[in-house]
C-alpha cells in the first residue's frame, strides 16, 4: 500500500515557514473546524523548519481551571519540559507566566482549542496572558520562541482576539485561517490511494468533504478504495469504526441537545424556506407557537453550521432565504447515517447499510450543485476554463416556480449561464426543456440580460460521447466532473 502523504496547504505551509524562521517573538492564530488538519499542519511545518526548537503542545479541555492546570502539568511532562527550570502551574497565573518564561528561552507553545478560554471564569487569565504578551512583544527580538493558538469555534477565537473590547485584542502577529482541502488535492489523494473517478470524487466529497482525518481514517482502515457498501460499513457501523461517533463528539457535544430538531430538519430538507422550517419545528414540538430565529442566529453567525443562501442579486435582506446545513459531513451523518447506525443492534447490519448508501445517493445531487459552484468559482481564480466570474456563482429561485442550480456571471464580457446540476445524465437530458423555460422566466424577471449573451450548461458527474451529443444538439453544453476538474489537477 502506498504511503499516505501530506496534502495540499502549500500557501498555509510557507506562511509558517515564514514565522518559524524569524526567529523572534510570534503570536499566531490557526483556526478551522475540528479534524480539517490545524495540528497536523504545525508539526508538518516545524519538521520543515527543523530549527531544532523545543515544543510543547497541549489540548486545553472544556473544563474548570483546576482541570486546564491538570492538562497543563500532564502537557508538561509529557514534553519532558525540565521542572527546574519551568516549576509546574498551580493556578493560570502562574500558567500565563509559565508561557511567558518557555517563549523567552526559544519554546515554540502550541495551545489547541484555544477558544475555550472564552468561557467564564477565564477573563482574568486573558488578562495576564496579555500582559505577558506585550512583555514579550516589545523585546521580540530577544525572544526566540512563539505561542501558536489553535481554534475551531471562528466565533469564539474573534471574541478572545479581534474584540475590541478582549484583553488580547490586536495581540496576534499572523494569522491562517484553515478551510477544505481544495478539490485538486482530494484528487490527488484518490489518485494515489482509490479510484479518481467523478462518481467516487462525488460519493467522497459528499461525505467528507475537504476533511483530510476522515480520507486517512479510510486509508488506514484499508477501505479507501473499497465499493461504497463495504467503506460506509467498516467507516460507521462496526463496533470499532473510526467514524461511528464522530458527530456527537465533535458537533453536537457542543450543543449539548440544544438545536437537535433544526439541524435534523435541515439536513433532511436542505434549501427549506423560513416559513416551511418554522411549521415543521412546530409540528416536530407540539408547539404552535414555537420560534427559531434565536436558534438560527446562533447556527448560522455563531457556530456556523447552517448557511443561508439567497438567490443571485437578491439584496441581503431579501425573504427568500434558503438554509442549509454548512457542513457535509454533519449533513451526511444527521440525514443518511444516524437513525441506520444507531439500529445496527437491532437490525441487520448489511440492510441498514444499504439504507443509508441509498440516502446518501439521494443527497449527492444537492452536493453536485455545490461542488460544481466551487469548481466554477476555483477555475475562475485560476485564469482556465471557458467562464471568467465576476461575482460569486449562486442558483437562483422565485415564488413563481423559477428555479435554477446555478447563475453564472461575467459583467466583463456580458455573459450569463444558465446551469443544471444532475447526479443522473438521464434525467439531466429529461430536463433540458425545463432549465430552458426556467432561464427564460429568469430573463423575463431581469430584463437586461436579454441583450447579454445567454448560455446553459448541463452538468453531471460523467458525461458520455451520446450524451453530450443530445445536449450539444439543443444548444447545451456539456460539463461533467472531469470537464472541470480539467487543469486544476
Known amino acids: ?51 531544532g526548537q523545543a515544543i510543547f503542545y497541549m489540548q486545553v479541555p472544556d473544563s474548570e481551571p483546576t482541570g486546564v492546570i491538570s492538562a497543563v502539568n500532564d502537557a508538561l511532562e509529557t514534553f519532558a519540559v525540565p521542572t527546574d527550570q519551568f516549576p509546574r502551574p498551580q493556578n493560570l497565573a502562574q500558567f500565563a507566566n509559565l508561557i511567558e518564561a518557555m517563549a523567552r528561552v526559544g ?75 481544495d478539490i485538486a488535492s482530494i484528487y490527488e489523494l484518490l489518485t494515489d490511494h482509490s479510484d479518481a473517478s467523478p462518481e467516487r470524487l462525488l460519493f467522497l466529497w459528499n461525505l467528507f468533504e475537504g476533511v483530510p482525518k476522515f480520507y486517512r481514517d479510510c486509508y488506514e482502515q484499508n477501505v479507501l478504495a473499497a465499493d461504497r457498501l463495504t467503506l460506509l460499513k467498516r467507516i460507521f457501523f462496526e463496533s470499532s469504526s473510526p467514524l461511528r461517533t464522530e458527530a456527537e463528539n465533535w458537533f453536537l457535544h457542543e450543543l449539548r441537545g440544544k438545536y437537535d430538531v433544526v439541524l435534523k430538519y435541515v439536513a433532511r430538507n436542505p434549501g427549506k424556506m423560513h416559513a416551511d422550517l418554522v411549521q415543521a419545528i412546530r409540528v416536530a414540538s407540539d408547539n404552535p ?50 437513525n441506520q447506525v444507531s439500529a445496527s443492534a437491532f437490525r441487520p447490519v448489511d440492510q441498514l447499510v444499504r439504507e443509508a448508501d441509498l440516502r446518501l445517493e439521494q443527497m449527492e445531487g444537492t452536493a453536485l450543485e455545490k461542488l460544481a459552484g466551487q469548481l466554477y468559482q476555483a477555475r475562475s481564480g485560476k485564469g482556465i476554463g471557458d467562464f471568467p466570474l465576476t461575482q460569486c456563482i449562486q442558483g437562483y429561485w422565485d415564488k413563481s416556480d423559477t428555479e435554477l442550480d446555478l447563475v453564472a456571471v461575467n459583467d466583463m464580457e456580458e455573459v450569463i449561464r444558465f446551469g443544471s446540476c444532475k447526479r443522473s ?44 451529443a443530445i445536449l450539444e444538439r439543443h444548444d447545451v453544453i456539456p460539463q461533467d466532473l472531469n470537464d472541470l476538474m480539467s487543469g486544476l489537477r
Not at 152 to 159: R, V
Not at 442 to 456: G, S
Request: proline share 4%; hydrophobic share 40%; charged share 25%.
Open 425 to 468: 445524465p438521464s434525467k439531466l437530458i429529461s430536463d433540458i426543456n425545463n432549465l430552458k423555460g426556467h432561464g427564460d422566466r429568469f430573463l423575463k424577471a431581469f430584463p437586461k440580460y436579454k441583450a447579454w449573451k445567454v448560455q446553459y450548461a448541463g452538468i453531471a458527474p460523467s458525461l458520455d460521447h451520446n450524451q453530450r
Open 289 to 338: 407557537d414555537a420560534q427559531i430565529a434565536g436558534s438560527l442566529r446562533v447556527l448560522i453567525e455563531r457556530l456556523q453550521l447552517i448557511e443561508r443562501k439567497l438567490p443571485v442579486f437578491a439584496k441581503p435582506d431579501a425573504r427568500r432565504s434558503r438554509y442549509y446545513i454548512a457542513d457535509n459531513f454533519l449533513r451526511s451523518w444527521l440525514a443518511a447515517l444516524a
Open 1 to 51: 500500500m502506498k504511503p499516505w502523504q501530506f496534502y495540499g496547504r502549500n500557501d498555509q505551509l510557507a506562511s509558517l515557514k515564514t514565522i518559524f524562521s524569524r526567529r523572534r517573538w510570534f503570536f499566531a492564530k490557526v483556526s478551522g473546524r475540528r479534524r480539517i488538519g490545524k495540528t497536523t499542519l504545525i508539526q508538518r511545518a516545524l519538521r520543515a523548519a527543523d530549527s
Open 107 to 181: 519554546y515554540i507553545l502550541v495551545l489547541d482549542e484555544f477558544q475555550y478560554f472564552n468561557r467564564k471564569g477565564y477573563e482574568e487569565f486573558c488578562s495576564l496572558l496579555q500582559a505577558a504578551v506585550d512583555r514579550l512583544s516589545s523585546r521580540a527580538e530577544e525572544v526566540p520562541g512563539g505561542l501558536i493558538v489553535l481554534g475551531s469555534i471562528q466565533t469564539e477565537m474573534i471574541a478572545l482576539l479581534e474584540d475590541r473590547k478582549a484583553p488580547l485584542f490586536n495581540r496576534v502577529t499572523d494569522s491562517i485561517d484553515l478551510t477544505h482541502l
